[in-house]
């Protein structure tokens, strides 16, 4: 079935350093990729989305590439900040799937001073 | 624009009692999604309503319902709860009726005891 894998966390940083949480995806059809980020007692915000191949998504520094060859949706950063400490959720959108978003685990990223 | 608001923030119930969940979603957005957030199986869609009708439905027994009304505000409730239904139930809306960017509320907290 369609599904989201992430890559598991804490993924652990220092202020500065560069980032990559890694996504795979499994759909059929042409699915859209998101990103969405969540702050400690927070609900979900948009990060960023890419709706058809070799589209990238970008915001706030942070990019993702779709990559149909290799059904991917790496989210990457150049430089961390503390502030950007959240978990992050890769999600898919099926093309005809009414709003329904399928979510990976979530990857939790900390950075420190 | 205001943002997606749920009412209430933080409910305590208990097993076997009936819980209704409130989201008025962004003014002019159609579609009311909704998912559970808990630490084991992470966040699963609940159902999606887009007009009043309800187009799409995930993988939850009965007891979990909803409805939309004219006004585009959505409930969801949940009978019989049992202690697996605690979690972080979270709204997000729409303004397309295909699968594009959805904004989510800040969530209500159930604890059920």
């Known amino acids: 079935g369609d599904s989201v894998t992430q890559m598991e966390g804490p993924v652990t940083l220092s202020e500065e350093a560069f980032l990559t949480i890694n996504c795979t995806y499994t759909?059929?059809?042409?699915?859209?990729l998101f990103w969405y980020v969540q702050y400690p007692g927070e609900g979900l915000q948009l990060l960023l989305k890419a709706t058809k191949a070799d589209d990238k998504g970008s915001n706030k520094g942070f990019e993702a590439t779709y990559r149909k060859e290799t059904t991917s949706f790496h989210l990457e950063k150049g430089s961390v900040q503390v502030s950007d400490s959240a978990v992050y959720f890769c999600a898919l959108g099926l093309s005809g799937g009414y709003n329904k978003l399928i979510f990976g685990a979530g990857t939790r990223l900390a950075v420190h001073p | 624009k205001a943002g997606v608001t749920q009412t209430p923030r933080y409910l305590i119930k208990t097993r076997g009692q009936q819980v209704t969940l409130s989201c008025s979603p962004i003014?002019?957005?159609?579609?009311v999604s909704w998912y559970q957030q808990t630490p084991g199986q992470g966040l699963q869609f609940l159902f999606e309503y887009f007009s009043e009708t309800q187009r799409n439905k995930g993988n939850f027994p009965g007891r979990f319902s909803g409805r939309q009304f004219s006004n585009s505000r959505s409930e969801m409730n949940v009978s019989t709860l049992e202690l697996g239904d605690s979690a972080l139930y979270l709204c997000a809306s729409s303004s397309s009726g295909q699968t594009y960017e959805q904004y989510f509320g800040p969530g209500t907290r159930l604890t059920v005891t």
């Open positions: 003014s002019g957005h159609r579609s």
């Open positions: 759909a059929t059809g042409y699915p859209s």
